[in-house]
């Protein structure tokens, strides 16, 4: 048991207890996957008996985040909510929106869905629902370092030399690979910060040319420091066939763990 400070004493005394910042996930299947080269959404794939995306939304339905939305594709909202969200009783799932053409376009409906629950103050979290291993700890340790911070993302070093070729494929430049990251998911933000980051970028479609992640909205459009949070390279997003054999793999592996 942690001893008594003056401060938990003085709180105690006064009846106040420190308020829980209020959390929200938007978590992603509006992509086709056009790479994993079949007619059913990677994110819809079985993979160990259920969906895809039925293990990220089971994760945060299992960690302290308080609410989720689920953006898919506009022809699979009913499939979404009747299919996944109903059928594995996914109580925080409180909504299942549209998506757009681009990533952005559907992270800026998930953020929008939220405004009323996490504006002023709250924290949100942005998850690739091609994602399937991602663990609680991952999930609680960038909340912490959102809320300290203002954003955070999970990530972790290269493994492999990175060079840089030119238009005809030959190799030019050869990168520090101490300095470099892989970033991953979630990525996690105060809300107004990202919130106004992505208010910017959807006003103008010359921000948009190059956006590959809300870490990079965050840093051009509010100008933010990101925080890195040490991931798991077990964190894959399931791209390729050969994604959903790996997938597999580390999932038989937790079930023997």
Known sequence: MKPETNDTKVQAASGIAEEKMKT???????????????AVAKQFLDLDGKPVIFYALNTFEES????????????????????????????????????GKERYHSVYAGLCALEEYLFPDGIVLIHDGARPL?????????????EKWGAAVVAVPVKDTIKIADQEQFATQTLDRSTLWQMQTPQTFSYPLIRRAYD????????????????????????????????????IKVTTPEDMAIAAGFLQRRKEA
Do not use: H, P, W
């Open 24 to 38: 929200a996930a938007v978590v992603l299947a509006a992509g086709q996957g056009s790479r994993m080269q079949t």
């Open 200 to 235: 910017r970028l959807l006003s103008d479609e010359q921000f948009q040319v190059g956006v590959t992640d809300d870490a990079m909205v965050a840093e051009c459009m509010a100008a933010a420091r990101v925080k890195l949070v040490n991931g798991s390279y077990e964190n």
């Open 134 to 146: 991602v663990e609680q700890t991952l999930i609680e340790e960038t909340i912490a370092a959102a």
């Open 64 to 99: 302290s985040v308080d609410r989720v939305v689920l953006v898919a594709g506009a022809d699979e909202i009913e499939f979404c909510q009747k299919e996944i969200v109903e059928k594995y009783g996914f109580s925080k799932v409180c909504a299942v929106v549209a998506g």
